[in-house]
């Protein structure tokens, strides 16, 4: 079979499976003695080992069953989780992350693992320090090699006996092998899916992530029901090939009980330490490894799962349905200029409501973009816990608004800087326990993520309750690394030596560790930020903690605008940027400290011309008596941009200017208006220092 056709779906699904594991492993982490979440684990553990054997990633599978051995145990009580059995599987975590990477890369997934084996295999095996004594976990496993029948706990012993009871045939089922098989648990699965064409599976012995795993000697047996008679059963399963033989049992409410009091009862001399067995089904109650893979199969086909509610979608068909939408929302204000200019009333009812339904479905092409940051943020609680043990530092971190939703575009871009900053706060931010008690505070330091919508855009917070920053650290740094002059530090103010750390090569570290210091990051965490449209802002009180602030456009794609003019030419500035407009004479106009300035709002910001700086030749602000200004604002600072006049607000498609020019400063980008004109958009960013 061309197992390609899967690879896809294998490399999402597996990341999901992943990143469960991660979260349910942190969980965990913090409830060692939580048996549900040892079983969630265990779950998406032996679906991911599945997977990976089924699309032929031995190494995967292998290594994941080996850290399902070791679950095994803990959800059956028989080992405890203790910190160095934590540390093993969190290795084991990221080694199966590595090979997922190589194969989304191209690669074949192989990876030497032999020593995160051996750990785990040691582990089973009770050799580690701080174990429980060996002889539990030799017994449990002598017990399963042993045992020679089928245990059920009540739920389902009463299936059985339910199943009985309606008149369908309970059959017990014993198939051999041939000595020379070679494929024991592809002939195993084959007769499963004989099997499952005809009734249901109830339990099976060995479990069924043995026998797919092929870890079974010829023999495996198992509860079936079914309304087909045993005979017929009996020659379909010896219809498979390289089976000797199949013996199916019909069983009664009488032999039932029988057969699980016996199955019970050579458990019990197996292993004295398990529990009594259970009133109704002779069997340990909770003791039983269930199937998980046969019983979901079960589940859904008996309709007791609700069905699906997504689909995964290529990026790739995204990205052309919105350059599809764009097209059309051009040309939907092109016809609604039409329909204004030809005074049809029917051809303007028209157009009306292919914008009214248009709007509607511009609505649905973004939200199908929307992702939430959660999909970032989820990586982050492991990344934090091993930077804490790496630094030897406590560190909470806690997420709030994770369910906030960023386009897609900017969701892809900004794991990166989130990185840098969280751990620029768990290195220079949070204090060393000593420290900390010295100075009052808990010993374990709290790192806040948050993320929320205001307005157009969302805002992303990382803030720690740890040193803070010294403005007289920072200077002397500069001044040492000549960032600054000492005329231009002494002037400036507490904001501006705080946007000192984004300057490239500046670090404040005093050594170089794996964590920072390589005076690498934080340059690079703005020039991403300021990419895409946005800002980050520092707020900080020695001492006290630190808060870096990140403000990122809602969507790159889709935006609602204000259409200016200059002269011929014609401008766009995001709505999400705009304060207000305004009307001001010239003579209000001030000139200070060699600046022009204007009084807005009981205060005086800079007032900058537009046609100045891009030089617009048909157009002379000077000449006019009143100027049309735009207030915009970036962060807490506002400005003014004078300009000719205002054309209307409208929604705008952004197209990037790609190679076709360079960076120029103060241009974001370029849209193409209803009558066909292009109008650079402005980025109002570059105009507030």
Do not use: W
Request: hydrophobic share 40%.
């Amino acid at each position: 079979m061309d197992m390609n056709q899967y690879l896809t779906m294998f490399i999402d699904e597996s990341n999901d499976h992943l990143q469960s594991l991660n979260e349910n492993m942190l969980q965990l982490e913090n409830n060692p003695d939580d048996l549900g979440i040892v079983q969630v684990i265990f779950r998406s553990a032996h679906t991911l080992k599945g997977m990976a054997a089924t699309m032929g990633f031995e190494d995967l599978a292998s290594l994941t069953h080996q850290m399902e051995n070791v679950l095994d145990l803990v959800r059956n009580e028989k080992l405890t989780m203790q910190d160095y059995i934590f540390d093993t599987l969190f290795k084991s975590l990221d080694a199966l992350e590595s090979m997922v990477q190589d194969i989304t890369s191209g690669g074949d997934g192989k990876s030497d693992v032999s020593s995160i084996v051996a750990a785990l295999q040691s582990i089973v095996r009770g050799e580690s320090p701080a174990h429980a004594p060996t002889g539990d976990v030799k017994g449990a496993d002598q017990g399963s090699a042993s045992h020679p029948g089928i245990t059920l706990d009540e739920f389902q012993y009463s299936v059985l006996e339910q199943s009985i009871s309606e008149g369908h045939k309970v059959l017990y089922i014993q198939v051999t092998l041939r000595e020379d098989c070679q494929l024991k648990a592809v002939r195993a699965y084959m007769v499963f899916e004989a099997l499952e064409r005809s009734g249901e599976i109830v339990k099976t012995h060995p479990d069924v992530q043995d026998i797919e795993q092929g870890e079974f000697d010829r023999v495996f047996s198992l509860y079936y029901i079914t309304q087909r008679e045993a005979a017929d059963m009996e020659s379909q399963i010896l219809g498979v090939s390289e089976i000797e033989t199949a013996q199916v049992v019909s069983l009664d409410h009488e032999t039932l009980q029988q057969m699980v009091q016996q199955a019970a009862a050579a458990l019990e001399t197996a292993k004295p330490e398990a529990q009594q067995p259970s009133a109704a089904a002779s069997a340990p109650e909770s003791k039983s490894t269930p199937a998980p893979a046969k019983e979901a199969k079960a589940t859904a086909r008996s309709g007791g799962a609700n069905p699906s509610r997504t689909i995964r979608v290529d990026i790739e068909r995204l990205d052309v349905l919105m350059n599809l939408f764009s097209e059309l929302l051009i040309d939907r204000v092109r016809l609604e200029q039409l329909a204004s200019e030809a005074q049809n009333q029917e051809l303007t009812d028209t157009v009306e409501h292919m914008s009214r339904v248009s709007s509607d479905l511009q609505n649905i092409v973004l939200k199908l973009r929307m992702v939430p940051v959660d999909t970032v943020f989820n990586r982050f609680p492991r990344m934090v816990r091993d930077l804490a043990k790496t630094l030897d530092k406590k560190i909470d971190l806690i997420i709030t608004g994770a369910d906030t939703e960023l386009d897609r575009t900017v969701i892809d871009e900004i794991g990166d800087p989130l990185v840098h900053l969280l751990r620029n706060s768990a290195d220079h931010g949070i204090e060393p326990v000593a420290d900390r008690i010295a100075a009052g505070k808990p010993e374990t330091g709290t790192v806040h993520l948050r993320a929320f919508h205001s307005g157009n855009n969302v805002f992303i917070e990382i803030e720690d309750d740890g040193r803070g920053i010294y403005r007289e650290k920072i200077l002397k740094n500069a001044l040492q690394k000549g960032v600054v002059t000492e005329a231009e530090a002494e002037a400036m103010t507490d904001e501006e030596v705080h946007q000192l750390l984004f300057a490239p090569g500046f670090s404040t570290a005093e050594k170089i560790s794996d964590v920072s210091g390589r005076g690498v990051g934080l340059d690079v965490v703005k020039s991403k930020i300021v990419s895409l449209g946005g800002n980050v802002t520092i707020y900080s009180t020695p001492g006290k903690g630190t808060n870096f602030s990140v403000q990122l456009p809602l969507t790159l794609s889709i935006i609602a605008a204000m259409l200016i003019r200059m002269g011929s030419e014609k401008y766009a500035i995001p709505l999400s940027s705009i304060v207000e407009t305004a009307v001001i004479k010239r003579g209000h106009v001030k000139n200070v400290h060699g600046s022009r300035m204007v009084h807005f709002r009981e205060s005086m910001i800079p007032i900058i011309s537009l046609s100045k700086v891009f030089e617009v030749p048909d157009f002379d602000e000077e000449q006019e008596e009143e100027t049309e200004v735009v207030v915009i604002r970036k962060g807490d600072r506002l400005a003014a941009l004078a300009i000719d006049d205002f054309i209307g607000q409208s929604e705008i498609v952004i197209k990037n200017l790609g190679r076709y020019l360079p960076a120029i400063q103060g241009i974001s980008g370029a849209t193409i208006l209803g009558d066909g004109q292009v109008a650079l958009i402005i980025d109002a960013n570059a105009f507030i220092k």
